[in-house]
């Protein structure tokens, strides 16, 4: 049995005019601690102008401890402090404690400290396998084991022509958080139209002479595009698109219809006609 798909027709406006006369649209453009973690150096800086302890971290914005007492977030430049030794604490949420004697005997010395993050992990396996998968701003390869922070996180999964999945998980310390996705067909669907430029000049070089045609499609197609006078309705230009196979889709008019001539000024209508790709035939035994 094959399944006639709906016919979807959205149709855009170029108002204005068209052509040569018509207006232009410009395009605008060491360490220690039962848990500390991550790595710590210490600078001295002889006959440097600034004068005290300074502390940097990555990342930044950790708060810092002397001797248990909190004194600022890094970057931190403590002035007027004891010569001395003292026991630098640098902690911050989603990363291992960093913990270490210093010994500020110079007029400026820097430590810098390279917090190392706490991680989990995560799996997620998809159907399609050819879906994009994302958790975050990382993608990530379907099956496969990934190290990431701790922390919550939005996966999101993708196939053309299929729904779009999401879902929000909680990554903790050392554990493997394991998610199996199967997408759902999506129906064929037709976005509206978007126009780079409602008004053009043919007779401008480049992008300044052609307006451009975007949507969105949601499953394999393929489309009519029409462009028609919209005084009299006479269809001045057709062509095919397709077969689809990713969402966004595009296409230019430059003003011209079928013969390839310039078209006078006035008003055009841009009708894209689509069509659902139909499913393979299943073959039918006989006896």
Known sequence: MIKIASLFIIIAFFTGCATSSGTIYEDTV??????????????????????????????????????NNFVGTTPLMLEGISRGRYRLTIVKQGYYEHTSWINYYSDHLIYHAD???????????????????????????SGSNIKIPIGNYQVMVRAFGYEDYSANVKITEGDLTSLSV????????????????????PANFGSLGKA????????????????????????VESFSLGPFITWEQSFEWAGRGSDGGTLPD?????????????PPVDPVAES
Request: net charge negative; aromatic share 6%; charged share 25%.
């Open 30 to 67: 060491a360490t220690e601690s039962s848990r500390s973690s991550g790595t710590g150096d210490e600078q001295n800086t002889p006959g440097d102008e600034k004068q005290g302890l300074e502390i940097v971290s990555d990342p930044e914005d950790a708060a810092v401890y002397l001797n």
């Open 115 to 141: 917090l190392e993050a706490i991680t989990g992990f995560i799996r997620v396996t998809a159907d399609p396998r050819n879906a994009e998968i994302s958790i975050g701003d990382q993608h990530i390869s």
């Open 182 to 201: 199967k997408l759902e067909k999506a129906e064929f669907s037709l976005s509206p139209l978007e126009l780079s430029r409602k008004a053009f000049n």
């Open 212 to 235: 451009r045609i975007s949507f969105h499609v949601t499953a394999p197609g393929f489309a009519t595009v029409l462009i028609v006078e919209k005084a009299t309705g006479t269809e």
């Open 266 to 278: 006035g008003s055009y209508q841009v009708i894209v006609k689509a069509l659902a790709a139909q």
